[in-house]
């Protein structure tokens, strides 16, 4: 498309001679603002997808990707026969039966409030978000009727330790002549746990599955099951298969696109709305480019008329143009592209250095839920970015490019 003599002479406009100074750094600061503003556009997308991605695998470890929820306050009586039959389905890849209420915790002076969730101590250890997360103590004594296990968030507030004693109160309580004595019970603390998402280390408590059924008086009976499938973006099937295999049970089947459909619905337009806001530093940019290669033009109206004169044709001149802006639009997208890709690759030490260096909190966890900076590079993200950035600042050559390969020599030269 470009032969020799365009590439020598675009090149040799690439190189700022005395007097020409200006026009090179006006062209070197569009180079900065592509080359910044796709970097920015990649990190950011990268830690939007990240966030998404790791909130999603944080609620779905902990909560399952579906559940069946009994209609009544009595609770499921029935729940092996059920478990069985979901555990039989296709893509079902578990069935944990599981109790759960909200409480008041109450020890050492502290109160707040939380939930209680009963499970068995071999459901629990296939929970690889909190088997997998034992910061002190161990699963094996979560057995009898007075062991539990709680988030370190919770057991850093309250002051907890294994072998500490924490006092639940359930408002459902006994009714007597006197109104309603609420539910008064202490556990012993065997294991503390973190999940890594602050709400969960700070609210959520486990009792194993007879314990809870005695406190919150629902003996053989769970409130829901949860369910973990194969294939979590398309659990609508398993959805579909369970309520037929349940149908006339008196039981309701939620999955996780329905009950968090609202919140990863304002991810996705966050993440839609910033990938706009962006794009702005890369238009602005390309502004540059149009501002810098039309006072290229201007500066070199005398050097076009020579060319023309010697034989260069219209198509020629543009050509030149054209080189000599997709040079800074295809350079700094690529400067652009590495610096994001590897600011991506090492943002969480980046964080800390920053962290340590202001002595401020970047990412509060009890903000923004997670406890660490996530950064998920999606290959098709990064392309889309850098068709983008390069689409943009090819388009911002075509007019001064097109004024160039308009001037008329006789003109031009007339007062040489």
């Known amino acids: ?104 915790l109450a020890g050492r002076g502290q109160n707040s409030g939380g939930l209680v969730r009963g499970i068995t101590q071999e459901d629990l250890r296939t929970l690889p978000s909190i088997a997998g997360n034992i910061r002190a103590g161990s699963l094996d004594d979560f057995t009898g009727n007075d062991a539990i296990a709680v988030g370190l968030t919770l057991a850093q507030r309250f002051g907890l330790e294994v072998g500490s ?25 065997v294991a503390i746990f973190q999940a890594g998402m602050n709400e969960y280390d700070s609210t959520f408590t486990f009792l194993p599955l007879a314990a809870a059924q005695v406190f919150f008086q629902k003996p053989g009976a769970v409130t829901q099951i949860e369910v973990m499938v194969h294939d979590p973006e398309h659990v609508a099937t398993v959805n579909r298969e ?22 990863f619905a304002a991810v996705q337009v966050e993440q839609n709305v910033m990938f706009l806001i962006l794009t702005l530093i ?21 050097d076009i008329a020579v060319l ?20 800074v639009g295809i350079t700094g997208t690529f400067v652009g592209t590495v610096l994001g890709v590897l600011f991506c690759w090492d943002i969480e030490r980046v964080r800390l250095l920053l962290q340590s260096a202001t002595g401020t ?13 996530p950064a998920k590079l999606d290959p098709a993200t990064v392309l889309q970015v850098v068709a983008m950035a390069l689409v943009l600042s090819l388009l911002a050559t075509l007019y001064p490019s ?5 001037t008329d020599p006789v003109e031009a030269l007339r007062h040489e």
Not at 34 to 63: C, P, Q
Not at 169 to 183: C, E, I, K, N
Not at 361 to 373: A, C, K, N, Q, R
């Open 282 to 302: 890369i238009l602005v940019a390309a502004f540059n480019v149009v501002s810098s290669l039309i006072m290229m033009v201007k500066d070199k109206t005398r």
């Open 165 to 189: 004693k924490i006092t639940l109160l359930s408002p459902d309580g006994a009714v007597t002549a006197f109104g309603t004595v609420p539910r008064v019970r202490a556990y012993r603390v």
């Open 1 to 104: 498309m470009f032969d020799a003599f365009e590439r020598a002479v675009a090149g040799r406009y690439l190189r700022a001679r005395r007097g020409e100074r200006f026009v090179s750094v006006i062209a070197a600061f569009s180079l900065i603002g592509i080359a910044l503003g796709v970097a920015t556009l990649i990190i950011v997308m990268a830690v939007m997808s990240g966030f998404k991605d790791d909130l999603l695998s944080r609620i779905l470890g902990l909560n399952g990707h579906l559940g069946v929820y009994a209609n009544s306050s009595e609770g499921m009586t029935d729940y092996p026969d059920i478990a069985a039959k979901i555990r039989a389905l296709p893509g079902v890849v578990s069935a944990t039966p599981v109790i759960e209420g909200q409480v008041l």
């Open 242 to 263: 369970i309520r037929d295999a349940l149908a006339g049970q008196a039981v309701r089947v939620i999955d996780w696109t329905q009950s968090n459909d609202s919140f």
């Open 361 to 373: 909190t970047l990412f509060d966890p009890t903000v923004y839920y997670l406890e660490h900076l």
């Open 308 to 327: 023309r004169t010697l034989g260069a044709g219209r198509g020629a001149i543009m050509r030149i143009f054209l080189m000599c802006g997709a040079s």
């Open 402 to 406: 097109w004024r160039a390969a308009k």
